[in-house]
Structures are given as structure tokens and as C-alpha cells.
């Protein structure tokens, strides 16, 4: 079946340490990459998103995603984070209409 | 601002009642699309519409249905709610295609007692 697919469920970095989350998919063909953020509290809204062009994306926030074909994944990066990154970060996936969720990965960053 | 709007953000059913949860948004998107997201399985799509009267099944679609008699309005309903029902339901829209992001609402924390 077509998936998402994260690899860490939960993350707990310091302060100024450096991020990389995980994310494949399992589609073939044209795919539309996403990576969305939840704070506590708050709705899921967008950190950025592939569609075509420069597999590097740069999105809010100081974050970054690469898009990898040849490996069917879109890690996302942050050279250094901050208390205020605590949140639960979803890769997904845009294809017939549908966006499609991977299961989240809980980061928790320590002051 | 783009604003998904959901009726209630709290709901507390009884096992067997027809639960409706509201969607509304003020965009004029094409697609609508209703989650539930579950601690350690991510956002799970339940149903989506990419037009009026239009349905489609999502991964999960047992137990729900859903209704869209106007562009901005999707709803989400639990015929005879059960307690493996409780969870966090999210609503989200976008323009039709695949370069348009989807924007959510604050979602509904239903709980089936």
C-alpha cells in the first residue's frame, strides 16, 4: 500500500543541537512532499513543501527538507534548534487527491 | 486568513448515539478532508471531498460517513458512536491539485462514553 513512513516516533534533543527527522514514502511516479508542525495546543500548519525544482527546500522557521528520488525520502533538517521546537512534526504526502500522513514524530527539545 | 472552522472543540456522545461533527471553510477550496489522529498513528484520513455532493473513501471509512451540500461545509458523522470512536477529528480543505498546501482546523476531541 502507498505510505509514509517516519522512523522516529520520539526525539528529545538539547538546545543548539543539530535535527534530522526521517520520512520515505512509497510512492512511485510524481509525488508532493509536505512536512507539518503542531505545537502544543495549537492546529497542524505547514513548514514547507516540495513539488517540483530544487530538491532543497527551505521552509519557516530555519527549517530545510531535501527530497531524495532515488531513496523516496524528504528528511527534514534544522542546523540548530530551539525550545521552541517542542511540537509533533508529520511528513506527508500529496496523490490522487488525497494527503497522506505518516505517523509523527514527537520532538522534545530540553532548555 | 484562511480560516477551517470546527463546530465544537470538545464532545462528549453516549455509545449508540448519531454523533455530527462540523466542518466549515472560508476559502472557496474544492477539497475537504476529514482525520482523526491518534497518539502514535498519526493523522489517519477518514473520508474526502473534492466537490459538492463528491465523497471518497480514506483509509478508515468504517463506521463514518460524511456529507458536503455546500462547497464550504463538510461534515463528518457517526451513525451509532462507539467507544473505539474517541479521538481528536480533524478537518482540513485545500484548492484542488497538488500545489496547494491544506489548511486545518482546531480540531474536535470526541470522547464515547
Known amino acids: 500500500a502507498q505510505s509514509v513512513s517516519q522512523h522516529n516516533h520520539h526525539v528529545i534533543l538539547s538546545e543548539a543541537a543539530s535535527l534530522e527527522l526521517g520520512c520515505n514514502y512509497s510512492?512511485?511516479?510524481?509525488?508532493?512532499l509536505f512536512w507539518y508542525v503542531q505545537y502544543p495546543g495549537q492546529h497542524l500548519q505547514l513548514l514547507l513543501k516540495?513539488?517540483?525544482?530544487?530538491?532543497l527546500v527551505k521552509g519557516i522557521k530555519g527549517f530545510e527538507a531535501e527530497f531524495i528520488k532515488s531513496k523516496f525520502s524528504f528528511n527534514l533538517r534544522k542546523p540548530s534548534v530551539q525550545w521552541s521546537d517542542t511540537a509533533e512534526y508529520f511528513c506527508?504526502?500529496?496523490?490522487?487527491?488525497?494527503?497522506?500522513f505518516g505517523k509523527g514524530t514527537r520532538l522534545h527539545i530540553l532548555p | 486568513d484562511v480560516k477551517v472552522t470546527q463546530s465544537s472543540r470538545y464532545l462528549v456522545k453516549r455509545t449508540g448515539e448519531k454523533v455530527f461533527l462540523e466542518c466549515v471553510q472560508d476559502?472557496?477550496?474544492?477539497?475537504m478532508f476529514w482525520y482523526r489522529q491518534d497518539p502514535g498513528l498519526g493523522l489517519r484520513l477518514i473520508y474526502f471531498?473534492?466537490?459538492?455532493?463528491?465523497?471518497e473513501k480514506g483509509d478508515i471509512p468504517e463506521g463514518y460517513s460524511v456529507s458536503r451540500e455546500k462547497k464550504e461545509r463538510f461534515s463528518l458523522i457517526l451513525e451509532s458512536a462507539s467507544t473505539n470512536q474517541t479521538s481528536m477529528y480533524l478537518c482540513?480543505?485545500?484548492?484542488?491539485?497538488?500545489?496547494?498546501?491544506?489548511?486545518f482546523g482546531q480540531g474536535t476531541r470526541l470522547t464515547v462514553v
Open positions: 482540513a480543505s485545500s484548492f484542488n491539485g497538488a500545489s496547494t498546501e491544506a489548511f
Open positions: 516540495y513539488f517540483s525544482g530544487d530538491p
Open positions: 471531498s473534492y466537490d459538492v455532493k463528491m465523497k
Open positions: 476559502m472557496d477550496h474544492e477539497n
Open positions: 506527508a504526502a500529496y496523490r490522487d487527491d488525497k494527503i497522506i
Open positions: 510512492y512511485g511516479g510524481t509525488v508532493n
